[in-house]
């Protein structure tokens, strides 16, 4: 039987977002193409569709067979979670979505490593029209790990916890032997509710691309910090809950552009909605800053990450009101494209020309997030 991978062994760039990460992913569901009743899992989450489960009309021998579920603890969650109102509970889907966090430094400027693993697991949530029910927390600790540092990691997590009323509802932690893992490591799973899915082959002919604010900070904090090149940057994690919440009955798909960044995370609305993506290269959402950074570093600022920004796409007639409610929480929210019939992303440069933006190759910035 021959392997379905290409290299006989795993390589950084794997890891790191892009092409490679993209490849992998895809060759991994050739194996793992069981999937049951959950859909999107190609997506930011998998979406569950509870109607069946809380369907008036359904038999209760019919429900209870489903998942082994027991009806009323399922429907006391949504009663709790929820409005009163059947309309909206037979329309409700369960997301859930899980990740890994490591990252170069643990502490860097605007956060922690337990800051990010809460915003991009609600983050992820929230792209996907979800609001989160609840997280769990694992912990994989070298060591001799110092327990101040480790504290005010957790402290982290509790204050966004606490910020987006998201619980920390279960967990474990393991210890490995001294140079067995480079300080410490965080899996996350989270869990939420939503009416309405907000899926990533959602865009259409005629949307405009936005982008929450500016993108690549995160990245090019930690790459700053790396290469001992000040700056006043900080990363731009947070959680985007609040104002995913405020637009998304607008939004026809979003992303939040964590590894691989914008590029990578517009390739993949673009392949999946089967459309093309033109940006306006005078309204890439870039500091000038970030992109001196990229620069002197080579990096392509596009592939640079962010953690608490999304990107999405809007019919134009919500655009503009759109925006303005984005500007709120931030002022340099903006339109940054438009979707054509074709396939692909490209960017209208300045000097009138077209020029391809392709998914991020090659070994980029690991242990970045």
Known sequence: MSSIFKNSS????????????????????????????????????????????LSLRAKRSNLLRMQDLNLKQVEGLLRRATPRNDKIESSLKLVMTTDAFIIDPIFFPGGDIGKIAMCGTINDLSVMGATPLGIALSFIIEEGFPTSDLEKIICSINKISRQTNTPIVTGDTKVTNKGKIDKIAFTTTGIGLAEKIISNNGARPGDKVIASGDLGEHGAVILAHRFNYKTRLKSDSQPILAEMQAVRKYLTSAKDPTRGGLAENLNEIAEKSKIK?????????????????????GIDIMALPSEGRFIATVPAKFADKTIKILEKYNKTAKI??????GKGVFLNTESGGLRPIEMPRGKLVPRIC
């Open 10 to 53: 795993i390589s950084l760039d794997i890891g790191a977002g892009g092409a490679a990460s993209w490849e992998f992913f895809k060759n991994l569901r050739k194996i793992l193409n069981f999937t049951g009743k959950w859909t999107n899992t190609g997506d930011d989450g998998a979406v569950f569709d509870l109607a069946p489960l």
């Open 277 to 297: 993506i033109v940006l306006d290269e005078k309204n890439l959402p870039y500091k000038k800053e970030v992109m001196s950074i990229g620069n002197l570093l």
């Open 336 to 341: 940054i494209g438009s979707i054509k019939h």
